[in-house]
């Protein structure tokens, strides 16, 4: 009897100190605004993934110059974020790696305003270190035991299928393993056991030595377009705009060309 | 009371929402298109082969862990039941980084044999006997335990040789167990996504499972998906009905 008497006191306390820190919680969203020090409250930016590591910067960045503001990454390939947020999940801004998963939402009435571009980037070949395969262009990924290439419907699928296209090249789909994402499509390569892959630049030049870049020649490479957006169900319009103000002004564009994207012209 | 219905609901729930969204009318067809087909084949195989797997080594294991006393015994215990709480993904990083190319038993296998299992379907297999594994030997196990060990000494006091014993005696009256292990197990095989997708990828026909397919379909073409989720759900169902008198029941 003292026994549950002792646990419906410490329930209560339990439930009292959890009310404090929702309402303190409140309280500092609702100061939320300009003050000398920056913008208040917290997003979501669903990122595309090749676009990870540069906005982890990016995020640092920002909430240094906005204290009060908190700031998540939500990684995944463009289209299952565009699918997220069809189906109404939390963001706030949406930084995609094509314009087709972007356009996608735009039609919906998803977005606040237009969707800017501000960035670009390439694709190359990458292989095992030191090229074993000697692996020299498109062409020869068909000598290749396995290639890994994003899924179809991710955007890094797209643009390999397109450089595909473009060197006229067929691989047999039976030597094709499709990962989820850019990240996942790299790590088939620096973690797995894929010959070779189509990845990002960018993404390839951040594997290091992890992997040897074989480069794809100007005519059959394509040009991948990043447009960035607030989502129109987002509570925190102005840090959202904020957020994707300071993507495309100078300290923001520096980061993104120091992992080695393109500036958006 | 309400607790429970809310705990009854939260798992019937999702199931409506899947049985709601199949499209009936277009089921067949959307199960026989080339991509959906080459999966449920693949799927079927697989699963078998690692089911028939978990019983070739699982047996044995539970024997051992059932009738032995050795220094250790729980830590092989505890070890053996570690895939079925381990998340599947870790799991599959496990066994890139032992049986893949360049592992300490996968590059033995590349350099005595030639074999590759990474991104093959043998790698599928492996990686669904590592998940399904547990479930076959925890069954298995409580049914040699539960053993009237009598039954056993009248045979040998028959005369009949250790071998005899296990073949005449021992396997068959845990039979049944031993059938709903290897269903348990084929079950859970049939399912695997973490560690199929992290150690043999995703390659048309030669490791893109039904689980596999259903996620990549989502963005696609979600309609193939639901289809052959309804599969996945069928086959659950199938099992669980098939292990009534054993779990349902009781």
């Not at chain 1, 179809?152 to 450089?163: D, F, H, K, S």
């Not at chain 1, 789909?173 to 994402?181: A, F, H, K, N, P």
């Not at chain 2, 693949?42 to 028939?52: I, M, Y």
């Not at chain 2, 893109?208 to 073409?221: E, K, N």
């Amino acid at each position: 009897m003292t026994r549950r008497r002792a646990a419906g006191v410490a329930a209560v306390f339990i439930l009292a100190a959890l009310g404090a820190a929702c309402s303190s919680a409140s309280t500092s969203t609702a100061q939320s605004g300009t003050d000398s020090r920056g913008l208040g409250g917290s997003l979501t930016v669903s990122t595309a993934s090749s676009l990870g590591p540069a906005f982890q910067e990016v995020l640092v960045q920002f909430t240094d110059d906005n204290p009060q503001a908190s700031v998540e990454l939500n990684v995944a390939s463009s289209t299952a974020l565009a699918l997220q947020i069809e189906q109404g999940a939390q963001a706030d801004v949406f930084a995609s790696a094509d314009t087709a998963a972007m356009d996608v939402l735009a039609r919906g009435g998803h977005l606040h305003g237009a969707s800017e571009p501000f960035a670009r980037n390439r694709m190359t070949i990458v292989t095992k270190p030191g090229n074993p395969l000697r692996i020299r262009s498109v062409e020869d990924l068909q000598r290749a035991d396995v290639v890994a290439e994003c899924v179809e419907t991710a955007p890094c699928g797209r643009y390999a299928a397109r450089v595909l296209t473009r060197a006229d090249v067929t691989i047999d789909e039976g030597t094709v393993t499709r990962e989820l994402d850019a990240a996942a499509t790299l790590g088939a390569v620096t973690n797995g056991d894929a010959d070779a892959a189509i990845v990002y630049v960018t993404d390839a030049r951040a594997a290091n030595a992890k992997v040897t870049r074989v480069p794809i020649s100007a005519e059959n490479n394509v040009e991948a377009v990043y447009p960035i957006a607030v989502v129109a169900g987002t509570s925190e319009r102005r840090l959202a705009t904020a957020f994707v103000t300071f993507v495309q002004s100078p300290a923001g564009q520096a980061i993104l060309a120091r992992f080695g994207f393109l500036p958006a012209q | 009371m309400v607790a429970a219905g809310l705990a009854f609901a939260f798992i019937a729930l999702p199931l409506i929402g899947l049985l709601s969204e199949v499209a009936w009318s277009r089921l067949w067809h959307d199960l026989t298109t080339t991509e959906a087909a080459a999966a449920l084949r693949l799927s079927l195989v697989c699963s078998l082969a690692a089911a028939a797997l978990a019983f070739a080594l699982g047996v044995p294991l539970a024997w051992v862990l059932a009738r032995f006393e050795f220094p250790g015994r729980a830590a092989v215990r505890a070890l053996t039941l570690l895939p079925m709480v381990l998340p599947p993904v870790v799991g599959g990083v496990g066994l890139l980084y032992a049986f893949g190319r360049t592992g300490f038993v996968g590059a033995r296998l590349d350099e005595w044999f030639g074999i590759h299992l990474t991104f093959s379907t043998a790698g599928v297999i492996l990686a669904e006997t590592f998940v399904a594994l547990p479930f076959l030997v925890i069954t298995v196990e409580a049914a040699f335990r539960g053993l009237d060990r009598d039954l056993e000494d009248a045979a040998a006091t028959l005369g009949a040789s250790r071998r005899t014993v296990m073949r005449r005696v021992t396997l068959p009256v845990a039979g049944p167990a031993i059938a709903a292990g290897v269903a348990l197990a084929w079950a859970r095989a049939l399912g695997e996504f973490g560690a199929t997708i992290t150690f043999a990828g995703n390659i048309q026909g030669r490791t893109r499972t039904v689980p596999l397919a259903v996620y990549l379909f989502l963005q696609s073409d979600p309609e193939v998906a639901i289809a052959l989720s309804l599969v996945l759900v069928a086959v659950s169902v199938g099992v669980l009905t098939a292990l009534r008198g054993r779990w349902l029941v009781r």
